[in-house]
């Protein structure tokens, strides 16, 4: 057989994706790729009865169909203090995934330095190669997941082309303040850069932290693509619904990689999930109290069974401290991977290694999520509890 190209040999599948499969395999509860156990709203799901019955079932618009980009303008306007012009500055997107590749690929040649903060999803790492990107990294340094001011700006001095901001971020549910993307902005600015943010995680944000759009800052419109979803804000992770927006000249540009990977999102999905994008503020404070309790409740679970943990800003991931197991004779020496692997089969829940996102030489931290039913939560917190009678 011919040899394969040298890009594909340079990464390997998602672990998180690859946990789900291993978590199916052995029916554990899977807490590892993050996404609800519950249904999307009622209204979505029946407006895609509808579209079921009366289309559209045919290509919509490459770039999106027009209702959809309308009401995603609408959302984005409101939440950037600026009018989004849906015809100019949005790119509709199989998922966040895309938006984030053809982010990558509008903006990067190959051997351009981007700036990623160190835990990060770990998608950049495989968008980064696959646009010829090249990663520097900077860490967000536990247990606050703050950055060195310093450190950062030496980053933006090697020449780089962008740099990209999970906000929240996963898996270490920081959010960003306003003074430190003000920061990060006028960095960008002074270095010339664009600021490519994943906000994917949006609305899901705890008491007393906030949202702030990198595009609504001043100046920052100019030079920021936000990539986003509907996956997590309407529960609709199987859809694959995403989005691009920026200014004209990128989202120009960035329609015609969308137009070549994907062409376009599933056209009665986007009918049905306008539905969603026309939800008023209530839907949005009702999704932060949901995530708030069971925020609440899966971290006092975590507590009464005395695992360390991280309390996230937002996002449902929460990573734990596996440093005291693996110093115990029956995990000397393994990898986090491989404690993943053993609480599947002998736990029965199913988390992420934490070295999957880790740039450092991180092992003793794994990933767990708590968008699930209270019940899954319960059963989820029964089984770790046979991990706490280890420690
Ligand atoms: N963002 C989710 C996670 O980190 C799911 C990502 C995915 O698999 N597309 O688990």
């Known amino acids: 057989m011919p040899k394969l190209s040298d890009r594909v040999g340079t990464f390997t599948d998602s672990v998180i994706r690859r946990m789900t499969r291993i978590s199916d395999a052995h029916d554990s509860i899977n807490l590892s790729q993050g996404f609800p156990d519950f249904d999307p709203p009622k209204e979505i799901t029946d407006a895609l009865a509808k579209a079921a019955k009366e289309g559209p079932h045919q290509y919509s618009i490459t770039f999106g169909a027009e209702n959809f980009r309308e009401a995603l303008a609408r959302k984005a306007s409101k939440s950037f203090g600026r009018k989004v012009d849906p015809e100019t500055e949005i790119v509709v997107t199989c998922g966040g995934t895309e938006a984030m590749m053809s982010a990558m690929m509008t903006v990067c040649n190959p051997g351009d330095k981007v700036i990623v903060f160190s835990p990060f999803y770990e998608n950049y790492g495989a968008d980064a190669i696959l646009s010829g990107a090249d990663p520097i990294y900077v860490p967000l340094v536990p247990p606050t997941f703050e950055f060195d001011r310093q450190v950062l700006e030496d980053a933006f001095k090697q020449g780089v082309k962008a740099i990209i901001i999970c906000n ?10 306003r003074e430190e993307l003000l920061f990060i902005g006028q960095l960008a600015e002074k270095y010339d850069a664009f600021v490519i943010t994943d906000e994917v995680y949006e609305h899901i944000i705890f008491d007393p932290y906030e949202h702030t759009y990198m595009a609504s800052l001043p100046n920052m419109y100019e030079r920021t693509i936000t ?156 089984r770790l509890a046979k991990l706490g009678e280890l420690c």
Not at 168 to 175: A, D, F, L, Y
Request: a negative charge; charged letters at 25%.
């Open 168 to 177: 929240p971020s996963n898996p270490c549910g920081k959010v960003f303040t």
């Open 227 to 382: 990539c986003n979803s509907l996956s997590k804000t309407y529960s609709i992770t199987g859809w694959r619904l995403g989005y691009l927006i920026g200014p004209e000249e990128v989202i120009e540009n960035a329609k015609k990689v969308h137009d070549f990977l994907t062409v376009g999102a599933a056209a009665p999905l986007q009918e049905a999930a306008t539905v969603g994008l026309n939800f008023g503020p209530k839907y949005y404070e009702g999704l932060k109290q949901i995530y708030s309790e069971k925020r609440q409740y899966f971290l006092d679970g975590l507590d009464r069974i005395g695992l360390k943990h991280t309390v996230p800003q937002g996002t449902y991931f929460v990573l734990i401290d596996i440093s005291e197991f693996l110093e115990k004779e029956q995990f000397h020496g393994w990898t986090d991977l491989q404690f993943c692997e053993w609480m599947v089969e002998n736990i029965g829940v199913a988390a992420v290694p934490g070295s999957s996102f880790f740039r450092e030489p991180v092992n003793h931290l794994i990933r767990l999520h708590f968008a699930r039913e209270k019940k899954t939560l319960d059963e989820a917190l029964r």
